[in-house]
């Protein structure tokens, strides 16, 4: 009886073997990617500094206005309120407003409904605000809590905060 060579089983099985290695590390490669996606964002939102910036720019709204500056919101049918200047109509203190976002580091202020989904579909024609600050406003989790408003922050190093505002917080 005549035996076959060993020299094509050794092919396949090299083969398979390394089919296998490369789908294990591309595997591997694909998430670590994501891993790493993520603690970049978790680097640039909503670190611990800006979450308590946040706290305090909702405290001086809240103290200064928020009542006013909300229903102008309202009528005007826009779909966010650009508090960076600090001088809404609705906002007393201007002087203590642009001196928390000087010690602050604040860069832009935003105010936009709990539910943002008209403000996101909107992105294209708003030219005003940062394609930064825009992912970030997509990444946000939001909830549809009615007569809830959110505050989004964006620093001077680039990094993003947000915290909701309503009467009563």
């Known amino acids: 009886m005549k035996y076959l060579s060993s020299k094509g089983f050794m092919l396949v099985e090299t083969l398979v073997v390394s089919v296998f290695t490369l789908s294990v590390l591309l595997f591997v490669f694909i998430q670590f990617q994501k891993l790493e996606s993520s603690y970049a964002n978790s680097l640039k939102y909503n670190h611990s500094d800006g979450l308590?910036?946040?706290?305090?720019?909702?405290?001086?709204?809240?103290?200064?206005?928020?009542?006013?500056?909300r229903d102008d919101f309202l009528l005007s049918g826009d779909r966010y309120v650009d508090l960076?200047?600090?001088?809404?109509?609705?906002?007393?203190n201007t002087v203590f407003c642009?001196?928390?976002?000087e010690t602050l580091g604040v860069k832009t202020v935003i105010m936009i409904q709990e539910n943002p989904t008209l403000f996101i579909s909107e992105f294209?024609?708003?030219?005003?605000?940062?394609?930064e600050l825009k992912e970030f406003a997509k990444y946000i989790k939001y909830d549809?809590?009615?007569?809830?408003?959110?505050?989004?922050?964006?620093?001077?190093?680039?990094?993003?905060?947000?915290?909701?505002?309503?009467?009563?917080?």
């Open 52 to 69: 308590y910036a946040a706290a305090n720019m909702r405290r001086y709204l809240l103290d200064n206005g928020f009542e006013i500056v």
């Open 84 to 92: 960076s200047s600090c001088n809404n109509t609705g906002l007393t």
């Open 98 to 101: 642009n001196k928390l976002k």
């Open 124 to 131: 294209r024609n708003i030219r005003d605000l940062s394609e």
């Open 144 to 169: 549809n809590d009615a007569g809830v408003y959110r505050l989004i922050l964006e620093f001077e190093n680039g990094t993003f905060s947000s915290i909701k505002i309503s009467e009563g917080m």
